[in-house]
């Protein structure tokens, strides 16, 4: 494939809009948690996971383009995309660097979305666990097993029994 500044800038547009899409999806994931609608979770869990995909394939595209572009041996001083671009000869270096720079903001954006969203899902488990183990015997143990379904609770607790 024969690589020029244009091709390397349609990679980093599509890679740009592929993670804005995806902060778009974690955004309506974390919406969904808050608002405790469970029903939609999985669903956006797999429209996630699939522009995911999409994503990591922009991503190998590009920097395939990118090291065919870049002077052999040359090696960044600092993390992130726009300094990959430093690397590009003077003359190619402008639009695509805004691009980079764009690429670079959105991806640091996804990443604390992401975080955020592990964080509100663990909490939200950890508190239906408490909010749970009354009724389910469970003392201090997880409710959860390690494949993520409910346990089954060994003896039952008199107030589950009321519940029942």
């Not at 974690?26 to 999985?42: F, G, N, S, Y």
């Amino acid at each position: 494939m024969a690589v020029d500044i244009e091709t390397l800038s349609s990679l980093l547009l599509a890679e740009h809009d592929g993670l804005v899409a995806l902060a778009s999806l974690l955004r309506e994931e974390q919406r969904a948690v808050l608002d405790r609608k469970t029903d939609q979770l999985m669903p956006i869990v797999g429209r996630i996971e699939d522009l995911l995909t999409c994503v990591r394939q922009c991503q190998e595209k590009r920097a395939t383009a990118l090291k065919a572009l870049i002077p052999e041996g040359e090696k960044p001083v600092s993390p992130g995309l726009a300094a990959m671009i430093n690397l590009l000869p003077e003359n190619l270096r402008a639009h695509p660097r805004s691009i980079a720079e764009r690429v670079d903001v959105q991806m640091f954006l996804v990443h604390e979305l992401a975080w955020q969203n592990q964080v509100l899902m663990s909490h939200s488990v950890h508190f239906l666990e408490q909010v749970l183990s009354p009724w389910l015997g469970q003392g201090s143990g997880s409710i959860y097993a390690q494949n993520g379904f409910v346990q089954k609770p060994g003896k039952r607790n008199a107030l589950f029994q009321a519940v029942a």
